[in-house]
Nanobody, 119 residues
Framework: QVQLVESGGGLVQPGGSLRVSCAAS???????MGWYRQAPGKQRELVAG???????KYADSVKGRFTISRDNAKNTMYLQMNSLKFEDTAVYYC??????????????WGQGTQVTVSS
């Protein structure tokens, strides 16, 4: 399995921006990669996913505000988050999987990084 490590979380004011990164222990070129989040008392949900071919999928709640990208040469995936809202507060998890069936929770997971939107 591929090992994943998230970084870049933190505290940001509403309307602000943050970029989180996911570094993999080996090549991610053959994996579909995704960002999920989990807020207290809620289920883990897909934020954004990107296939090995570069096709993307976003949750309706983040469309137009978040951008997922990947750099296969660096074995790294990113999530650029703009216009952050209070409801974006959650632990953000990186995921790698062989098939882009985003509704499932299969694959390898990172340990998570906390994103807190607060004034």
């Amino acid at each position: 399995q591929v090992q994943l490590v998230e970084s870049g979380g933190g505290l940001v004011q509403p309307g602000g921006s943050l970029r989180v990164s996911c570094a993999a222990s080996r090549s991610i070129s053959g994996y579909a990669m995704g960002w999920y989040r989990q807020a207290p008392g809620k289920q883990r949900e897909l934020v954004a996913g990107i296939t090995s071919g570069g096709s993307t999928k976003y949750a309706d709640s983040v469309k137009g505000r978040f951008t997922i990208s990947r750099d296969n040469a660096k074995n790294t995936m990113y999530l650029q988050m703009n216009s952050l809202k209070f409801e974006d507060t959650a632990v953000y998890y990186c995921n790698a999987r062989l098939r882009a069936i985003w509704a499932t929770l299969f694959g390898s997971w990172g340990q998570g990084t906390q994103v807190t939107v607060s004034s």
